[in-house]
C-alpha cells in the first residue's frame, strides 16, 4: 500500500495540473480509516462505486479528470448519517495534498472535510477544524468563493485557495453526478 | 596562536569582500524585519497572536483565520532561523573580534550576545506556542538583545573596512 501511494504521489506530480480527483487506492488505507473514525466518531467500511463518465462529462470537468479518464471513484458510508465520499488533491506551495470530501447522501451538502495527507511544513492550518468547518453545509459550488463564503488563513494562503478551489470543483461535479443519478433511476 | 591583524590593516581585496558580504546580509536582514513588522510580530500580543492564534470568539468575526502554528511548522522556522542566523552572526561576532571597538572583553560579548539571544528568542517562542501568551514578552526581549547588538556589530565592521590601512 505504501508503494502504492509512493507511485500515485509521483504519478499526481506528473499529471497534476489534469487530475485532481483520485481513485481510493491512491490513498494509504489507515489515513481514510482514521479520517472515517472522526468524522463519524467510529470505524466504518467504504463501499467504493465505479461510475464511468463520457467525454463530454470529462471536459466538462477537466480539471477534475485526466485526458484519458473515463470513470470515477465515489464511496458510500451506510451510517448515520449516509455519507457519500470523494478523494482528491491539490497543490500546496510545492507539494501535492491528498484530501476526502465527505457529503451527506441525502441532502447532498458537505458533511465534512478532512486532510488525509500534507507533506509540506507551511500551510499545515487547512487541517484545522476552525478552516475546514467554514465548507460545511454548502451545496452550490457558487457559495464557495475564496476570502468570501471562505477565509483565509494567515500563513497558509496558498493552500488555504488551493483546497478551497478544488474543493468547489469536486462539489460541482459531485452536484452534478446526483443529478445525473436522478434523472437516470426510473 | 599569532592573531589574524585587525581588519583596517587586512589586504585591501579582503576588505571589499567584507563589505559586500555586510551590504548583503543588511538587505536580508532588513527584508526580515519588514516581515516581522508585516505580520504584527512587534509587539507581545502580535507575537503571540501570530504563534498561539486568536482565541474561538476573536476567530468567529476575523476577517482572516491566524490559528496556532503546527509543530511541523515551528521545526522547520526554528531550523532554519538558528542555523542560518547562527552562521551569520558567527561570521560578523568573528569579524568584529577584529575591530579596535572597546576592550576585548568586550567584543567578546559584543560578538557572543545575538548568539546566546538567538536561542532565547526561539526557545521563549516554543513556550509562548504551547504554555502563554506571557512568554511572548521573552520572545521579544529576546529580539531587543540580539538585534541592536548585532546591528551595532555590523555596523562597527563596515566602517573599520573603510579605515585607512597605515601601511
Known amino acids: 500500500m505504501r508503494w502504492g501511494l509512493v507511485f500515485w504521489i509521483i504519478m499526481l506530480g506528473v499529471f497534476e495540473l489534469a487530475m485532481a480527483q483520485l481513485p481510493p487506492d491512491a490513498v494509504a488505507e489507515r489515513l481514510l480509516s482514521t479520517s472515517i473514525k472522526d468524522v463519524l466518531g467510529k470505524e466504518a467500511s467504504v463501499q467504493w462505486r465505479r461510475v464511468e463518465i463520457t467525454e463530454a462529462e470529462r471536459q466538462q470537468f477537466k480539471r477534475l479528470f485526466p485526458e484519458d479518464a473515463s470513470d470515477f471513484y465515489i464511496g458510500y458510508l451506510s451510517e448515520e448519517p449516509p455519507l457519500d465520499v470523494m478523494i482528491a488533491h491539490a497543490r500546496g506551495k510545492v507539494e501535492l495534498f491528498v484530501f476526502a470530501i465527505y457529503f451527506h447522501a441525502e441532502s447532498g451538502e458537505i458533511w465534512e472535510l478532512d486532510v488525509l495527507d500534507y507533506r509540506e511544513a507551511y500551510g499545515g492550518e487547512i487541517d484545522y477544524k476552525a478552516f475546514r468547518q467554514q465548507f460545511k453545509g454548502k451545496t452550490n459550488p457558487k457559495e464557495i468563493v475564496f476570502r468570501r463564503t471562505i477565509r483565509n488563513i494567515s500563513g497558509a494562503t496558498i493552500s488555504a485557495r488551493s483546497i478551497t478551489r478544488k474543493v468547489k470543483e469536486v462539489l460541482a461535479f459531485y452536484q452534478y453526478y446526483r443529478q445525473r443519478s436522478k434523472e437516470s433511476t426510473p | ?167
Open chain 2, 1 to 167: 596562536m599569532t592573531p589574524l591583524p585587525p581588519i583596517h590593516l587586512w589586504p585591501v581585496q579582503y576588505r571589499r569582500l567584507v563589505q559586500v558580504f555586510l551590504s548583503v546580509v543588511f538587505i536580508g536582514y532588513g527584508v526580515g524585519f519588514g516581515n516581522l513588522f508585516l505580520t504584527q510580530q512587534t509587539s507581545p500580543m502580535g507575537i503571540a497572536t501570530h504563534w498561539r492564534g486568536l482565541s474561538e470568539e476573536e476567530l468567529e468575526t476575523a476577517e482572516e483565520i491566524i490559528l496556532p502554528k503546527p509543530i511541523k511548522e515551528l521545526i522547520i522556522t526554528t531550523h532554519n532561523h538558528l542555523l542560518g542566523l547562527a552562521a551569520i552572526f558567527g561570521i560578523v561576532g568573528f569579524l568584529f573580534l577584529h575591530t579596535g571597538y572597546g576592550s576585548p572583553r568586550m567584543r567578546l560579548v559584543v560578538a557572543i550576545d545575538p548568539l546566546l539571544s538567538l536561542v532565547l528568542t526561539f526557545g521563549a517562542i516554543w513556550l509562548t506556542r504551547f504554555f502563554g501568551e506571557a512568554f511572548a514578552f521573552l520572545v521579544l526581549m529576546g529580539g531587543m538583545l540580539t538585534h541592536p547588538v548585532f546591528l551595532f556589530s555590523l555596523l562597527a565592521v563596515f566602517l573599520e573596512t573603510f579605515k585607512k590601512n597605515p601601511s
